[in-house]
């Protein structure tokens, strides 16, 4: 299973546009990298996923360089509500079909006024 | 209105008790997942289920027991064996087992051995 390394903590404030790196030198070739938000006492949610280059929908866009070996989650012009933490996960190969997931400790964002 | 849904909210025991986490979908998925969560760290899997009547052990199932006799439902029995319990559970659930599909989350139920 790839492991994900992403800082501990991030510090930001209303209306800048945050950008969270995740490290997965590891990753497979058939690994999609996936991200999650979690609000404290709340089961996690799916924010975006992604295999390759650039994916954007209309929470997040996710950058994925050509090695594929790091990855960054960009959220523009955060608010208050986006405290939370942030999961990046490498999915299990394809083949091996478990469907299961590997949650490092994310990264809190902590979004100011 | 579909979702995932987790019953109770809160939860107390007393030591030596067992307990039984509900988690029922209505989504159709065949896949479900629970998983604990204690303060500051990130969620481990105890169990998982790839289809009814079917279950797997995660990387911390010692002292839980599962079953899956209905698609809709994965409850989660918390047994007198696991040293630890104190904890925030979550369900899951995913379309099927494969790496790549979304897992769709419970509220969580927060489990205090008093």
């Known amino acids: 299973l790839a492991k994900t390394t992403q800082p501990i903590s991030m510090d930001s404030y209303e209306g800048q546009e945050v950008n969270i790196t995740c490290s997965h030198n590891n990753i497979a070739t058939n690994d999609y990298i996936t991200w999650y938000q979690q609000f404290p006492s709340q089961g996690p949610r799916f924010i975006i996923q992604g295999y390759k280059t650039k994916v954007t929908n209309e929470v997040a866009s996710l950058f994925i360089p050509a090695d594929r070996k790091s990855s960054t989650l960009s959220l523009p012009r955060v608010s208050l509500s986006d405290t939370a933490v942030y999961y990046c996960?490498?999915?299990?190969?394809?083949?091996?079909?478990?469907?299961?997931?590997?949650f490092g400790q994310g990264t809190t964002l902590q979004v100011k006024p | 209105d579909g979702g995932i849904t987790q019953s109770p909210k809160y939860l107390f025991r007393k030591e030596g008790q067992n307990v039984t986490l509900s988690c029922e979908q209505n989504?159709?998925?065949?896949?479900m997942y629970w998983y604990r969560q204690d303060p500051g760290q990130g969620l481990r899997l105890i169990y998982y289920s790839q289809i009814v009547n079917d279950f797997q052990k995660g990387d911390i199932a010692e002292g839980y027991s599962v079953s899956r006799e209905k698609k809709e439902s994965f409850p989660l029995t918390v047994t007198s064996a696991q040293k630890n319990p104190t904890a925030f559970y979550l369900c899951a659930s995913s379309p099927t087992s494969g790496g790549t599909d979304t897992q769709y989350f419970g509220p969580g139920t927060r489990l205090t051995v008093l």
């Open positions: 996960l490498v999915g299990d190969d394809l083949s091996s079909n478990t469907g299961k997931l590997i």
């Open positions: 989504l159709n998925h065949d896949a």
